[in-house]
């Protein structure tokens, strides 16, 4: 399995099997017509690789073009509770466990399962996610200004004279152009950024007076459209950017798992240009809307 790699980007990624459904109120695996869809197709991907062994968050993140994550996981837990995948619930560190799906035919999952826990942990120890935040961090402060989006302020909470105090939460960075200023919130990780966390960054950009920029490897398109309703921008980058110092475990872990992860030295002109014509848009109506 590989990925080709393209032009986007995501952040850490420290519980690499804990995608939740954001939606407590849709409907559960024997009515969920997005359930019934993906079924037959994962049915087929384990048929067609009888000798390899997944694991649930690579499955979600396999199939996010067309099914959220949290559809995945739950149509995989429908699979294995009626027993038609083979499944085994394993630990990876102290606090977090690994649920392998694969072939029940397959005789020998256990030795493959303990190569994909091996790698999986590679990238799973916390100075490494930790890194990988700051990858994000660095290439989003060396990309935006190359489209004339200047940093203002870093690890924010108050913003010209107003202060969040509701959490402890605070906002990655402010940019500025054209007299607009937006609450940048960045996520270089495989999974979706957790719905409350997601949601209490909405109400920052608004208390803050500051237009919503997410940016971030993968997000459902309910909190694409939640932004766009706040008036901000969601650049999606599709691929977690690791340091150019473990490039050796990019390409490993983007063969053998077939994640979408690369090195890239810098953002690519065609990710900057989706959101400076978006900012080009917007205070064309602003503009607007003031004659």
């Given at each position: ?9 995501s ?26 869809q ?28 067309n ?25 990876l560190t ?55 989006f ?38 270089n ?7 409350d ?33 706040a ?9 977690q ?25 810098r ?23 003031s004659?």
């Amino acid at each position: 399995m590989s990925f080709d790699v393209q032009d986007d980007m995501s952040w850490e990624d420290p519980e690499p099997d804990a995608y939740q459904d954001p939606e407590d109120d849709r409907p559960g695996p024997a009515d969920d017509p997005a359930v019934q869809q993906l079924e037959p197709l994962l049915l087929a991907l384990f048929d067609e690789h009888p000798e390899t062994v997944f694991y649930e968050s690579q499955l979600a993140v396999r199939f996010e073009d067309n099914f959220f994550h949290w559809v995945t996981v739950r149509t995989l837990k429908e699979l294995r509770v009626s027993e038609r995948i083979g499944t085994s619930l394993q630990e990876l560190t102290p606090n977090t466990q690994l649920r392998f799906y694969f072939n029940r035919r397959f005789r020998y999952w256990k030795r493959k399962a303990e190569e994909v826990r091996r790698l999986v942990l590679s990238f799973s120890n916390q100075e490494f996610t930790r890194s990988l935040g700051v990858q994000g961090e660095l290439m989003t402060d060396a990309g935006l200004p190359r489209v004339g989006f200047q940093p203002m302020a870093d690890t924010v909470r108050t913003w010209e004279g107003r202060t969040w105090l509701d959490t402890n939460h605070d906002l990655d960075r402010v940019f500025h152009r054209d007299g607009i200023n937006y609450g940048t919130e960045i996520k270089n990780r495989l999974g979706y950024i957790p719905q409350d966390e997601f949601a209490v960054k909405l109400r920052m950009c608004q208390a803050l007076n500051l237009v919503p920029l997410f940016i971030a490897r993968m997000m459902p398109r309910t909190y694409i459209e939640q932004v766009r309703q706040a008036g901000g921008f969601s650049l999606i980058m599709k691929y977690q950017f690791y340091p150019m110092s473990h490039r050796s475990l990019a390409v490993k872990v983007r063969n053998e798992l077939g994640l979408p992860v690369d090195c890239p030295t810098r953002l690519q002109d065609s990710t900057l240009q989706r959101f400076l014509t978006w900012h080009e848009g917007k205070l064309r109506r602003l503009q607007h809307n003031s004659n």
